[in-house]
């Protein structure tokens, strides 16, 4: 495959949900989608080994698609913020299994990309505050469930997740309700409330209740399935260059 057959094209006529979506429809997309199966198989099916291998599959195949097919679509900014959170996100997918609070801060460097690759919304302060709240709300949701049965040496840290991560879901939440309302801004929408159901549940399973389809590290299919599905759409989400405000 060449790069200018993988590299999507912008569509013709004004984008819709679907035209962003099938702009992403090219090789890597479908070699994400088998490294994701396997991911998924491996939680579920195989050894220790074998999943902390093929979980991060996916993330590399995304790393791939950005560097090689998306980063011409996308300005330098956007393109290096993409390429930062899949880079933290890869990291932390492997050191947090041995050290869980430099696996947290990695995590949070992921949102931190994220977020930057977003860019700066314009809207009232009041008004970003009520499109955010709901995000506030789970994460002190979770808190109240969470908090109580933590390790001690585990607590603050996270407890400082539980505030932050809900944050990218809050900006994407402004973003695609306040101040761009466009299809690039619902499908990130999409990914980052899958992404922070993802974090919900693998909480939920670790420390409150058994999420159907455990499998290893306090993962089920679930946890990883939200997960892959919300970072392959935060990335789809990323609008072209001339898109971009």
Request: some cysteine.
């Amino acid at each position: 495959m060449t790069r200018a057959a993988l590299a999507p094209r912008l569509p013709s006529k004004r984008p819709t949900m679907r035209s962003v979506l099938r702009l992403h429809a090219n090789g890597w997309t479908g070699a994400y989608i088998l490294a994701a199966a396997a991911a998924l198989w491996s939680a579920q099916a195989a050894g220790p080994g074998v999943f902390m291998l093929l979980k991060s599959l996916p993330v590399l195949v995304l790393l791939a698609d950005v560097a090689l097919a998306r980063a011409p679509r996308l300005s330098r900014f956007t393109a290096a913020c993409a390429t930062v959170a899949l880079a933290f996100a890869l990291v932390a997918g492997a050191v947090i299994v041995v050290d869980f609070h430099l696996g947290t801060a990695l995590w949070l460097g992921t949102h931190a990309a994220i977020i930057a690759a977003m860019g700066v919304t314009r809207a009232h302060p009041a008004r970003q505050l009520l499109v955010a709240l709901p995000s506030l709300l789970v994460a002190l949701g979770m808190l109240h469930l969470v908090a109580p049965r933590l390790e001690p040496s585990l607590y603050w840290t996270v407890v400082i997740y539980s505030l932050v991560h809900p944050t990218v879901f809050a900006c994407a939440s402004v973003r695609a309700l306040v101040t761009r309302r466009d299809p690039w801004s619902y499908v990130m929408l999409a990914g980052s409330g899958l992404f922070m159901l993802s974090d919900t549940l693998l909480a939920l399973n670790r420390w409150v209740l058994p999420v159907p389809l455990s499998g290893l590290a306090h993962q089920s299919v679930l946890v990883q399935g939200t997960y892959l599905v919300g970072l392959w759409l935060l990335i789809a989400g990323l609008p072209p260059r001339k898109e971009r405000m």
